[in-house]
């Protein structure tokens, strides 16, 4: 890929995610937080503590009448940590889009594992770290958004469908069914929690999306055409969330358990993934 998508804030680490391997996901996981971890730590509290932030720092009215002391309630940190969570989930999306979908298995492990981070506390309080309601990490804060906003992409609108943005769609979309794929999965279960797992298969909803505008959208005015690449975020929905963890076509059951129907459609799943794989390693 000659260039990356202008509008995106491309932190010095973006280089690293695009030759990410297996291997270096911890290092990647270290490297994409700090921003976050340092501005959590710089923060120094809202500019007019709440009386709910103060009685914790003393105690509480509770504790002073020898009771029990409330939970402390979750910390906002939406102006110090808003900014850095923008330019974490952006440079992994971008990195997504300059990757072929056959590569991007480290990437995916990289946004498990960075859901799957112990909940760091707030300094002053002791309480959860929230942003946009969000706990930070296992809620994934600003990353649904993120992906919305990448949603706006519109390949009938020529600013929007330049040669690169052409080539990253697809991808892109690659990338989300994996996520959804691996959240779906039962194994997963023990890796990252409840909420963690609801918030990375909510973006299913996107393939949904992408299915109707391949699929369904046809064409009406005279002379048009479908957009090849509609049809490709639609065919990369269909390949890699319904693969099992095997690499195969999940979606049509267990080998076991398929019909000569079922077999032709994974078989020919299978040969599709391959297709693509050639096409994208030729760009």
């Keep these: 890929m000659a260039d990356v998508e ?32 340092a501005a959590m730590r710089s923060w120094a509290g809202p500019a007019t503590p709440s009386p709910r932030l103060e009685e914790v720092r003393d105690g509480g009215e509770n504790a002073k009448a020898g009771g029990c002391c409330p939970s402390p309630p979750a910390v906002e940190m939406v102006d ?60 994934l804060p600003i990353w649904v958004a ?11 609108d020529p600013e929007d469908a330049t040669p690169w943005a052409v080539v990253a769609w697809p991808r892109f979309n690659a990338f989300l069914a994996r996520v959804v794929q ?5 194994a997963d279960g023990a890796v990252v929690d409840g909420q ?3 918030v990375l298969s909510s973006v299913a909803l ?6 109707r505008e391949g699929l369904e959208d046809v064409p009406t005015a005279a002379g048009e055409v ?21 690499g195969g076509a999940g979606a049509v059951g267990a080998p076991e358990g398929r019909t000569k129907e079922g077999e032709d459609l994974a078989r020919d799943l299978d040969a599709a993934v391959a297709a693509m794989e050639e096409a994208e390693g030729r760009v």
């Design 6 to 37: 202008p509008t995106r804030h491309l932190p010095d680490y973006y280089l690293f995610l695009l030759t990410l391997d297996a291997a270096a996901v911890p290092a990647a996981v270290m490297l994409a937080t700090a921003p976050v971890t």
């Design 80 to 139: 110090a940590l808003e900014g850095p969570l923008w330019t974490l989930w952006g440079a992994i999306h971008t990195a997504a889009m300059d990757t072929p979908a056959a590569r991007q298995g480290a990437l995916v492990d990289l946004l498990f594992c960075i859901a799957a981070l112990p909940p760091p506390s707030c300094a002053i309080s002791g309480a959860a770290i929230t942003v946009w309601d969000a706990p930070l990490w296992s809620g």
């Design 146 to 156: 993120d992906v919305r906003e990448t949603f706006n992409f519109d390949p009938s």
């Design 182 to 186: 691996r959240a779906a999965a039962s």
């Design 196 to 198: 963690g797992q609801e």
């Design 206 to 211: 996107q393939g949904l999306w992408a299915l």
């Design 226 to 246: 479908a957009m090849p690449v509609t049809l490709h975020a639609a065919a990369v929905w269909m390949v890699y969330a319904a693969q099992d963890g095997a």
